[in-house]
C-alpha cells in the first residue's frame, strides 16, 4: 500500500520549503564568486515584502503541515486545496519571471519546484474530496 494523501501533502510541502531554502541559497551564493549581492537601494533594513515572502514560504506551510497532521475537517482539507493553487500561481508567475534573466541552477530548481506544487495541489484536491479518513485522536500515543 502506497502513501496516504495527509502524508503526501506533508512530504510535498516540505519539498517546498527545502526548495525555497535552496532558491534563496542559491541567490546568496554568488558571494562565493565575488559577486556583490546588496542592492543598489540597500539601506540594511530588511524590507517589510522580504518578512512577508518568508512567512508566506516558509512559515506558513509548517502551520499547514501541523493542520494535516492534528485535524481532518472537510473545510480544512478544502482550504488547504485552495491555498495549495494559490502557491502553484506564486510558482508559475515566479518561473516566468526568472525567465527574463535565466540562472542555470535557478531555472531548474524553480521547475521542479512548480511541479512539485502542481502534484500537491492534485493530491490536496483527492484529498478533499475524500469523505471520510479513520485518523487517531489529537495527540494520540498511539
Not at 562565493?32 to 515572502?53: M, S
Not at 502551520?63 to 481532518?72: D, E, G, H, T, Y
Request: glycine residues 4%; charged residues 10%; contains cysteine.
Amino acid at each position: 500500500m502506497g502513501i496516504q494523501n495527509p502524508l503526501r501533502c506533508i512530504i510535498l510541502w516540505l519539498l517546498l520549503i527545502v526548495a525555497m531554502i535552496l532558491h534563496f541559497n542559491y541567490h546568496v551564493s554568488g558571494i562565493f564568486y565575488g559577486k556583490d549581492l546588496a542592492r543598489p537601494d540597500a539601506t540594511g533594513i530588511v524590507p517589510f515584502g522580504t518578512h512577508l515572502i518568508r512567512n508566506v514560504f516558509y512559515h506558513l506551510p509548517m502551520i499547514w503541515i501541523l493542520l494535516l497532521v492534528f485535524f481532518n475537517h472537510k473545510f480544512i482539507r478544502i482550504g488547504l486545496f485552495l491555498i495549495s493553487i494559490l502557491y502553484s500561481i506564486s510558482h508559475l508567475l515566479h518561473l516566468i519571471g526568472e525567465m527574463k534573466n535565466p540562472d542555470f541552477s535557478q531555472m531548474p530548481l524553480l521547475l521542479l519546484t512548480l511541479f512539485i506544487s502542481i502534484i500537491l495541489s492534485i493530491q490536496h484536491y483527492k484529498y478533499s474530496r475524500v469523505s471520510s479518513i479513520n485518523k487517531p485522536p489529537v495527540l494520540s500515543l498511539s
